[in-house]
């Protein structure tokens, strides 16, 4: 398996991890609920749960995707998890995307181009 795999790998369940926290929490923050019973929310509800564990899992590639690069180099790929984001709310959640937000979608993907020629 490529190593570039396991960047695709840890930036994708990155994304998605991240998606579910944010259903599993807008439910919870749509109630109203707040200290005790906010805890209670979170830990019983599977988007959340889920959410951890596809991040944590994401983590995992991200530790095996160190352990082939320099860190130098493999960290301006995170920040194409921005961009996930911002595509996955757009379609999911219906947030907008502002002309500013496409703009710093632009300079992201300059950024790990210009970084990634570094190999």
Do not use: D, N
């Not at 019983?44 to 180099?73: D, N, Q, R, T």
């Amino acid at each position: 398996m490529s190593p570039f795999v396991f960047i695709a790998f840890s930036t994708v369940l990155g994304i998605t991890g991240q998606l579910f926290l944010k259903q599993g929490m807008g439910g919870i923050g749509r109630r109203g609920a707040a200290g005790g019973s906010m805890l209670m929310g979170i830990i019983k509800s599977p988007w959340v749960i889920g959410g951890l564990g596809v991040y944590g899992l994401g983590v995992l590639f991200w530790l095996l995707a160190l352990s082939h690069f320099e860190l130098s180099y493999v960290y301006p790929f995170a920040s194409l998890s921005y961009i996930g984001i911002i595509v996955g709310s757009y379609l999911i959640f219906k947030e907008r995307i502002t002309a500013l937000r496409l703009v710093g979608i632009a300079v992201i993907i300059l950024g790990v181009l210009i970084t990634s020629q570094s190999v």
